[in-house]
């Protein structure tokens, strides 16, 4: 393998999947890690909380190291792209701030944000179905999980398939429209902010 000096500057492009639990964010991401035309990588939150150590955390401590865990996570997810790697990312915005930090780390035009749904009755069959998740997860995180309500492209995964929702998506990707979700609320934002 030849080495390189040098690799040329790019940005990479985020697939920004975002829903409850339980809503198929994950089977959406590895279809699309299958048919997308360039690698991209797959990385969900999930797999950022598996990687701590099974070190007990003190209750009054638990808040803090979720939130260093969301914190480092967006990072990763911002220093992948920056270094010009295409992402995948599944993750859940139930909360307002995870929302302001991922849209003050990443480039608002190379973000494709997509909304992952489906109906509260299956959310509360596939969370039965997993048995790795406390009842009622999903249902709790449905109200602020797309509370700010700007997406790219949604995907409504009760009558459509994982691989069927990955075309869309990969379609979609051939001609973004612009200003992107992540645009609109990043100046939304901004707005609020004089």
């Not at 990072?75 to 991922?102: E, I, P, Q, T, Y």
């Not at 009755?121 to 509370?147: C, F, I, M, W, Y």
């Not at 398939?161 to 979609?172: H, M, Q």
Request: proline share 6%; with cysteine.
């Amino acid at each position: 393998m030849e080495h390189l000096d040098h690799v040329p500057a790019r940005r990479g492009l985020v697939i920004f999947l975002n829903g409850t639990s339980s809503s198929g964010k994950s089977s959406i991401a590895a279809e699309l890690l299958r048919i997308l035309d360039e690698p991209y990588f797959h990385l969900p939150v999930d797999a950022f909380h598996a990687m701590r150590s099974r070190t007990p955390v003190p209750p009054d401590q638990i808040a803090t190291v979720l939130h260093r865990t969301w914190r480092g996570f967006h990072r990763a997810v911002a220093g992948m792209a920056a270094a010009g790697n295409n992402v995948v990312v599944d993750h859940v915005l139930s909360a307002d701030w995870r929302l302001r930090d991922c849209l003050s780390l990443l480039v608002p035009q190379d973000v494709v944000l997509v909304k992952v749904h489906c109906s509260p009755e299956e959310l509360e069959r596939r969370e039965r179905a997993r048995g790795d998740r406390p009842s009622g997860l999903a249902a709790g995180q449905l109200e602020r999980v797309h509370a700010h309500a700007v997406y790219d492209m949604e995907c409504d995964t009760s009558d459509t398939t994982p691989r069927e929702c990955a075309g869309r998506i990969k379609d979609f990707l051939r001609d973004r429209p612009s200003p992107t979700a992540f645009e609109q609320l990043r100046d939304g934002r901004d707005q609020q902010l004089l």
